[in-house]
């Protein structure tokens, strides 16, 4: 710029710096490229210091003139400024407020849901076939003692039935239950029969890992200690319970020997084209019923006991017990 501006040039220069400013500033479009034009036109060397520059040419009648107009007008440059930013705040806002609108009466979006793992909801469908037939659900500890794991259920000491549970023991008397056979003892001693119980629950058992065994796996067991039950009552029960599990496989019952049990069976399930052996069970032995202080001329009563993986796996056609413990979630999507 040249610096021999008359007072007319001047305020030419004012009235176009003028319009320049007031257009751009209407097309900015965010408040950085605001803030880049209050600079360039107001900061100290922005258009307008420049051209006040201009202003020791004039004679000292004309400059106040050309300062109050470069007042004024920078007073206008301020307000359109402000207004601007102002106004590109409420766009921003009234934006972000279309944006998240929410549609209350949309269709939902089918948020991924969890769901059960497939050992509980197996857990639950056996309990509430018991709970249909008038059984109560009764827990006990997981960590044990010997009285209650063995003793207490006519295995004592040095008996061979022992050795079919290898045992995890934990110091002193304590050890990890074996299976839930001890509710049917912790049970008895704290009610008095009529007694109609199904206990479920983890066991332990030194057992090295394959496809078909854990050693920590679940059991669910089973007790009805009346007067004058015999073996057609555990027969009828536990069909009515397998057939309602199953559907219609093959059923069948084999003597077996269990030392809390007399007589004892076993029995096995036909899946696929093969004898699955899927719970224990028999008529309470009436050692069990002495030891408990219950005169076994008056009552009696069966037990059972069953392993909820082996349920699980031939419900869903699981092959591999393995599946069921390690959250794979391509796995557990399934169920
Ligand atoms: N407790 C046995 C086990 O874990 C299973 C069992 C068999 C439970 C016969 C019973 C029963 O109640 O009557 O191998």
Redesign the pocket.
């Known amino acids: 710029m040249s610096s021999t501006l008359s007072l007319k040039q001047l305020i030419k220069e004012l009235e176009i710096l003028e319009s320049d400013a007031a257009k751009e500033i209407a097309a900015s479009k965010d408040s950085e490229s605001i803030e880049k034009l209050r600079l360039g036109f107001l900061g100290k060397k922005g258009k307008l210091s420049i051209l006040l520059g201009e202003m020791k040419n004039l004679s000292s009648d004309e400059r106040p003139l050309i300062g109050q107009r470069a007042n004024i007008l920078k007073t206008q440059l301020q307000d359109l400024i402000k207004e601007k930013l102002e106004f590109l705040k409420t766009q921003a806002l009234n934006q972000i407020l279309i944006k998240e609108t929410i549609d209350v009466t949309a269709p939902p979006t089918g948020a991924p849901q969890g769901h059960r793992h497939p050992l509980i909801t197996t857990t639950e469908q056996i309990l509430d076939l018991f709970l249909g037939l008038g059984y109560q659900v009764s827990e006990g500890p997981e960590i044990e003692n010997d009285y209650y794991n063995f003793e207490a259920l006519n295995i004592p000491p040095d008996h061979p039935a022992r050795d079919?549970?290898d045992t995890f023991y934990l110091g002193g008397e304590y050890l990890l239950r074996?299976?839930?056979?001890p509710v049917?003892i912790r049970c008895l001693e704290k009610k008095k029969p009529p007694v109609r119980i199904v206990s479920p629950g983890r066991?332990y058992r030194r057992d090295a890992v394959d496809a078909t065994h854990s050693p920590v796996f679940h059991?669910v067991?089973?007790?009805a200690i009346d007067e004058g039950l015999d073996f057609s009552h555990l027969r009828g029960t536990v069909l009515a319970f397998l057939k309602a599990f199953f559907g219609d496989l093959p059923i069948r019952f084999r003597a077996s020997y269990?030392p809390?049990?007399e007589p004892?069976a076993e029995v096995d399930v036909q899946w696929r084209g093969k004898w699955l052996e899927v719970?224990?069970?028999?008529m309470v032995d009436p050692a069990v019923l002495e030891e408990l202080e219950l005169d076994p001329e008056r009552w009696s009563g069966?037990?059972?006991?069953l392993g909820v993986e082996r349920f699980c796996m031939v419900r869903h056609g699981v092959d591999d017990i393995r599946k069921l413990y390690t959250s794979d979630l391509r796995f557990l999507e399934q169920f």
Do not use: I, N, P, Y
């Open positions: 079919m549970q074996t299976h839930t056979s049917q066991v059991q067991e089973v007790l269990f809390f049990t004892s719970m224990g069970c028999g069966f037990a059972a006991g």
